[in-house]
């Protein structure tokens, strides 16, 4: 049986929210963007007035005030974001369980056998687009289709506050004539790939010979041909059904460059507990780290390797993450941005190999859950490690409750 | 740009049983307690004027319709 996919995306959503309000600035080009003190000055959103003038999401603060005299920059509030983010989720469950959030602004509803109560996918669209715009007082735009590559495609093709129906009659004048870089992960790389193979748009993509393809882009390749034909049938979670975590990771762009070993140290430390308390609290352990660093000529690497034996203990992360930063950065920069990953991660409860030589790990463990138990009652700078307060201007950050917004994976 | 304006007030609320809430009355900025007549209309919906957005009670005071907002639990009007 066909299927009735909607997707739903929040117009501009960090910049309509400040807007809604700020009438007074509605009128304006209006960016949000990070705090530059902070050297986290890049716009993260723009309206539609400020992207008339050329403003991108992603450039540098400055550079966006001279394309575009007259600029209102709104500091971001993550907070106000998650509530609009959580209450347009609120809408959308009077029609449908399944539910699968796409970042904070985006999501998939599958309405499928709705029609009979709310009406086909398309008036469904209308209600919702109708009934966000009324009740939060920002826009958006919904893509109506059969499988979820053409949904977000729909949705990204009229903005705003607008509903595109991509049908099984009408998908090929509609969707094929598209650059095959709209499609769903299909980015920079193997766009470039596809050229170089006079695949254009996602019409010359779908009539390709599969095999090809798969010789192209192993098992990736069969999944677009599968996205450009129409063939994608993977399903919408159910609400509340969270996917499996793959990786627990933290990263910051410092407040100041990282100029020695020691520096390094004190925001590992920080990060690796973050990452640690947020291992336990899923209740994991992970096997591998790993480590992200970029220098201030913004160029970065990854580096990863195994531990002995499962741990979310901080300071076995820390330990691991500072033998990698050592054996692989040779100082010839200075850091900006560093990230601790804890990835092949196991249930914390499973039975592990113990190590003859090696003193018992319980101790250790039940320390870390009594500093999270501590934590959680009276604040989390009210135990601390002492290397935190050589530096508190560079420390004083929580990666955990500061960075509530996570990405999307690319690949899931 | 009008000059409509947002102006949180301190309002007196009956919470019902079941969670309901009725506004009775607000307290005005010069000291008055404004008593709320009527309450026309109830529904979640964002203030484009004042900027914002919660339950808007329609109500009824001094003869006049007044948009008053519950912003979880922060109450404003549309002035």
Same mark, same amino acid.
């Given at each position: 049986?066909?299927?009735?996919?909607?997707?739903?995306?929040?117009?501009?959503?960090?910049?309509? =929210?400040?807007?809604?309000?700020?009438?007074?600035?509605?009128?304006?080009?209006?960016?949000?963007?990070?705090?530059?003190?902070?050297?986290?000055?890049?716009?993260?959103?723009?309206?539609?007035?400020?992207?008339?003038?050329?403003?991108?999401?992603?450039?540098?603060?400055?550079?966006?005030?001279?394309?575009?005299?007259?600029?209102?920059?709104?500091?971001?509030?993550?907070?106000?974001?998650?509530?609009?983010?959580?209450?347009?989720?609120?809408?959308?469950?009077?029609?449908?369980?399944?539910?699968?959030?796409?970042?904070?602004?985006?999501?998939?509803?599958?309405?499928?056998?709705?029609?009979?109560?709310?009406?086909?996918?398309?008036?469904?669209?209308?209600?919702?687009?109708?009934?966000?715009?009324?009740?939060? *007082?920002?826009?958006?735009?919904?893509?109506?289709?059969?499988?979820?590559?053409?949904?977000?495609? #729909?949705?990204?093709?009229?903005?705003?506050?607008?509903?595109?129906?991509?049908?099984?009659?009408?998908?090929?004048?509609?969707?094929?004539?598209?650059?095959?870089?709209?499609?769903?992960?299909?980015?920079?790389?193997?766009?470039?790939?596809?050229?170089?193979?006079? =695949?254009?748009? =996602?019409?010359?993509?779908?009539?390709?010979?599969?095999?090809?393809?798969?010789?192209?882009?192993?098992?990736?390749?069969?999944?677009?041909?599968?996205?450009?034909? #129409?063939?994608?049938?993977?399903?919408?979670?159910?609400? *509340?059904?969270?996917?499996?975590?793959?990786?627990?990771?933290?990263?910051?762009?410092?407040?100041?460059?990282?100029?020695? =070993?020691?520096?390094?140290?004190?925001?590992?430390?920080?990060?690796?507990?973050?990452?640690?308390?947020?291992?336990?609290?899923?209740?994991?352990?992970?096997?591998?780290?790993?480590?992200?660093?970029?220098?201030?000529?913004?160029?970065?690497?990854?580096?990863?390797?195994?531990?002995?034996?499962?741990?979310?203990?901080? #300071?076995?992360?820390?330990?691991?993450?500072?033998?990698?930063?050592?054996?692989?950065?040779?100082?010839?920069?200075?850091?900006?941005?560093? *990230?601790?990953? #804890?990835?092949?991660?196991?249930?914390?409860?499973?039975?592990?190999?113990?190590?003859?030589?090696?003193?018992?790990?319980?101790?250790?463990?039940?320390?870390?859950?009594?500093?999270?138990?501590?934590?959680?009652?009276?604040?989390?700078?009210?135990?601390?490690?002492?290397?935190?307060?050589?530096?508190?201007?560079?420390?004083?950050?929580?990666?955990?409750?500061?960075?509530?917004?996570?990405?999307?994976?690319?690949?899931? | 740009?009008?000059?409509?304006?947002?102006?949180?007030?301190?309002?007196?609320?009956?919470?019902?049983?079941?969670?309901?809430?009725?506004?009775?009355?607000?307290?005005?900025?010069?000291?008055?307690?404004?008593?709320?007549?009527?309450?026309?209309?109830?529904?979640?919906?964002?203030?484009?004027?004042?900027?914002?957005?919660?339950?808007?009670?329609?109500?009824?005071?001094?003869?006049?319709?007044?948009?008053?907002?519950?912003?979880?639990?922060?109450?404003?009007?549309?002035?």
């Amino acid at each position: 049986m066909s299927r009735t996919i909607l997707h739903v995306d929040l117009n501009n959503c960090y910049a309509s =929210i400040e807007c809604l309000y700020r009438p007074e600035i509605r009128n304006s080009p209006v960016v949000v963007g990070g705090d530059p003190e902070a050297r986290h000055g890049i716009v993260l959103a723009k309206n539609y007035l400020a992207k008339a003038m050329g403003v991108k999401t992603g450039e540098v603060l400055w550079q966006a005030k001279q394309k575009c005299p007259g600029l209102v920059i709104v500091p971001p509030d993550f907070k106000k974001y998650l509530r609009f983010s959580r209450m347009a989720r609120e809408i959308y469950a009077d029609y449908t369980n399944q539910i699968e959030a796409f970042g904070i602004d985006e999501n998939w509803l599958d309405v499928t056998g709705a029609e009979h109560i709310s009406g086909d996918g398309e008036k469904i669209a209308d209600t919702i687009r109708q009934r966000v715009k009324s009740e939060l *007082g920002v826009t958006v735009s919904v893509g109506v289709s059969w499988n979820k590559t053409f949904a977000k495609l #729909g949705s990204d093709m009229k903005k705003p506050d607008a509903i595109t129906v991509i049908s099984e009659n009408n998908f090929k004048q509609k969707v094929w004539p598209l650059p095959v870089g709209d499609l769903l992960y299909v980015g920079r790389a193997t766009k470039q790939k596809f050229a170089n193979r006079a =695949i254009f748009t =996602i019409g010359d993509l779908a009539k390709r010979n599969v095999r090809d393809l798969k010789l192209l882009l192993g098992v990736w390749g069969e999944t677009l041909w599968q996205f450009a034909n #129409g063939f994608d049938n993977a399903p919408i979670r159910q609400l *509340g059904e969270e996917s499996i975590v793959k990786s627990v990771g933290n990263s910051t762009t410092t407040v100041r460059d990282l100029v020695n =070993i020691e520096d390094v140290k004190l925001i590992i430390y920080v990060l690796a507990e973050s990452v640690a308390v947020r291992l336990r609290s899923h209740g994991l352990k992970c096997t591998t780290v790993a480590i992200s660093v970029r220098n201030n000529e913004l160029i970065s690497f990854e580096r990863q390797g195994k531990i002995s034996t499962p741990t979310f203990v901080s #300071g076995d992360i820390a330990a691991k993450a500072m033998e990698l930063f050592k054996a692989n950065y040779t100082w010839d920069k200075p850091i900006r941005s560093l *990230g601790v990953r #804890g990835a092949d991660l196991v249930t914390a409860d499973r039975h592990i190999q113990l190590n003859l030589f090696k003193c018992d790990q319980s101790d250790r463990e039940s320390l870390e859950r009594t500093i999270d138990s501590l934590r959680e009652r009276f604040g989390s700078y009210c135990i601390q490690r002492c290397a935190m307060m050589i530096d508190s201007n560079l420390t004083g950050f929580n990666p955990k409750n500061d960075h509530v917004i996570h990405p999307v994976a690319f690949t899931r | 740009m009008s000059a409509v304006e947002k102006v949180f007030v301190e309002v007196t609320a009956k919470h019902d049983k079941e969670g309901k809430v009725r506004p009775l009355s607000i307290s005005w900025e010069d000291g008055r307690e404004l008593k709320i007549d009527r309450v026309i209309d109830v529904r979640r919906t964002a203030s484009l004027k004042a900027g914002g957005l919660g339950i808007r009670y329609t109500c009824k005071i001094l003869g006049r319709a007044v948009y008053l907002f519950d912003d979880e639990g922060r109450w404003f009007i549309e002035m």
